[in-house]
């Protein structure tokens, strides 16, 4: 079956740290990638996506995520987090057979000490 | 355009009674979804359907749940009857079908069932 695999739990970090969360998915057809925030307390927001193109793609707030097609992934990064940079994040594969339906990883918790 | 709206936000019921949670996704799209999100496990699908049919429900944890969607610009997640183990954050997501679309999330309804 389909998955999406997120390493990291819970990461904790300090204000101006770098920040990459790992991100992996089991399928091996076309797809579409995301990754979602949910700042505590709120419902989900895209982040940033990729569709095709440039594998290298930039969203809002300074993240960016880099899509490695061999290694199944979609790596999120941002060179230097802040304080309100904490929340969860979501990585989420959109399947081109699966009619949108869209497969979530487990979340990774982000804790940014000020 | 307003978003997905969901209702109600909150939601506190007694043990055994019906819960019907509803959902107006953003006007033109027509892919609809309903995820649960508990600290256990995650964010679940339960089901999602594209041009007001159902797609797949195999995520819906019990024949107690049931879902609908009798037009474009409505959908209902009911629960009868309720137990304290439904207790969760219910989103619901709209999109447009097919590939290189994305989703967007309502605000939730946290539902308490004592």
């Known amino acids: 079956a389909q998955s999406v695999s997120q390493h990291n739990h819970h990461v904790i970090l300090s204000e101006a740290a770098s920040l990459e969360l790992g991100c992996n998915y089991s399928?091996?057809?076309?797809?579409?990638l995301f990754w979602y925030v949910q700042y505590p307390g709120q419902h989900l927001q895209l982040l940033l996506k990729?569709?095709?193109?440039?594998?290298l793609v930039k969203g809002i707030k300074g993240f960016e995520a880099e899509f490695i097609k061999s290694k199944f992934s979609f790596n999120l990064r941002k060179p230097s987090v802040q304080w309100s940079d904490t929340a969860e994040y979501f990585c989420?594969?959109?399947?081109?057979?699966?009619?949108?339906?869209?497969?979530f990883g487990q979340g990774t918790e982000l804790s940014v000490k000020p | 355009d307003a978003g997905v709206i969901q209702s109600p936000r909150h939601e506190v019921t007694e043990m055994g009674q019906e819960v019907t949670l509803r959902c107006k996704p953003i006007?033109?799209?027509?892919?609809l979804f309903w995820y649960r999100q508990t600290m256990m496990r995650g964010l679940e699908l339960l089901i999602y359907?594209?041009?007001?049919?159902?797609?797949?429900d195999s995520g819906m944890p019990e024949d107690r749940f049931s879902a609908k969607m009798p037009n474009a610009s409505f959908s209902t997640l009911k629960i009868q009857p309720s137990e304290p183990r439904d207790s969760a954050v219910y989103f619901c997501?709209?999109?447009?079908?097919?590939?290189?679309?994305?989703?967007?999330f309502g605000q939730g309804t946290r539902l308490t069932v004592v």
């Open positions: 997501a709209s999109s447009r079908v097919g590939l290189n679309t994305e989703a967007f």
């Open positions: 399928y091996g057809g076309t797809v579409n």
């Open positions: 990729y569709f095709s193109g440039d594998p």
């Open positions: 989420a594969v959109n399947l081109d057979n699966q009619g949108g339906k869209l497969i």
């Open positions: 006007s033109g799209h027509n892919s």
């Open positions: 359907f594209n041009n007001n049919v159902p797609i797949d």
